[in-house]
């Protein structure tokens, strides 16, 4: 958990710096830091279904060999 954490903490720093350092503004930073993470979630997650729906149709492809 403590990794999780740590990790949790670099990316929002990261977020924030380079939201900051594009727009020289420190409430877009904050913004863009604490958005970022919910799209990437988001996207992360229809990411996934995508790669689940290429498994199954991989191993039919298989199975039908």
Partial sequence: MH???SFA???FTVAFL??????GSVLIGGAIA????I????AF???EKLWQRRDV???RNTLAV
């Fill in 39 to 42: 799209v990437n979630t988001i």
């Fill in 3 to 5: 990794k999780t954490l």
């Fill in 34 to 37: 604490l958005v970022e993470p």
């Fill in 45 to 47: 997650h229809y990411h």
């Fill in 57 to 59: 149709a991989n191993e």
């Fill in 18 to 23: 380079v939201g900051f350092l594009l727009s």
């Fill in 9 to 11: 903490i670099v990316h």
